[in-house]
């Protein structure tokens, strides 16, 4: 049987204070360090019982249902796996635990499964301040009038410190295959086409990551530091690995400057 749990206005509020987390401004991002402490790990215990008791009755559980892609689709569009995984959504500022989710690179937007596993629930995009999935953290960036701020959308932090990488995965699409179509049953094939975009904030701005090339340029000031790290952690780039290539030479640089 499904345990219950009895809130008041006051219970309510303390909660509030527990789950409320400080929120990313636009120009810049900021991570929410995990709390591995002792106090820490207590503290989520109580969300998650708090999350699991009120249940269907919190707003992150309010969505619309998602929307199944029509047609055959032979990757799914989602980030790392097309099954629900353990992770954590900070939704109107405040922190929800435990919960199963996906992300949809393509549609842009969080999936959740709802307490009693009967629902997929897609969450308002702009109510999603950021969420952490597969040793990812997503933050919500809407574009404004900062020097090559990107297209509003999730972006991961990869990188956070005097400089910040982030990486848009949502820019991925479906390309329909050639010749796919059946005239029996009208079926059609997709193969999923990702689409990662780096960008760099330093020194005020947002600077498009394309290349190696690229890199030298944000760090000109860092130049013969950049190339003597690349040059001994044998570093080869290579468009599949740039991720973490990228977030090897950027964390390096940040602690330069600390």
């Not at 249902?65 to 629900?84: A, H």
């Not at 050639?178 to 990662?196: E, I, K, Q, W």
């Amino acid at each position: 049987m499904r345990s219950t749990m009895t809130t008041t206005p006051r219970s309510i509020g303390i909660l509030l204070l527990l789950l409320t987390v400080s929120l990313p401004s636009a120009a810049q991002l900021h991570t929410i360090k995990p709390d591995t402490t002792s106090l820490g790990k207590a503290r989520q215990r109580v969300l998650q019982a708090y999350v699991s008791g009120v249940g269907e009755q919190l707003a992150v559980f309010t969505g619309r249902l998602e929307r199944e892609y029509p047609g055959n689709y032979l990757e799914p569009p989602y980030f790392k796996t097309g099954g629900m995984m353990p992770g954590t959504v900070w939704y109107d500022g405040l922190e929800y635990p435990g919960l199963l989710l996906r992300y949809d690179k393509v549609r842009d937007h969080v999936v959740i499964l709802s307490p009693d596993s009967s629902r997929k629930i897609v969450l308002l995009s702009e109510r999603v301040n950021q969420f952490y999935l597969q040793d990812h953290l997503f933050v919500r960036l809407v574009h404004d009038s900062t020097p090559g701020c990107p297209a509003t959308g999730f972006y991961a932090l990869l990188c956070d410190g005097d400089a910040q990488l982030i990486m848009g995965v949502n820019h991925a699409r479906f390309n329909e295959n050639v010749g796919s179509r059946n005239t029996t049953s009208h079926a059609v094939s997709y193969t999923l086409v990702d689409a990662r975009k780096f960008y760099v904030w330093r020194n005020g701005r947002y600077h498009q990551l394309r290349s190696p090339r690229d890199l030298a340029k944000i760090f000109i000031d860092r130049e013969k530091e950049l190339k003597a790290y690349i040059q001994s952690h044998h570093i080869r780039f290579s468009s599949d690995n740039y991720e973490e290539q990228f977030t090897a030479c950027i964390d390096y640089l940040n602690t330069l400057t600390r």
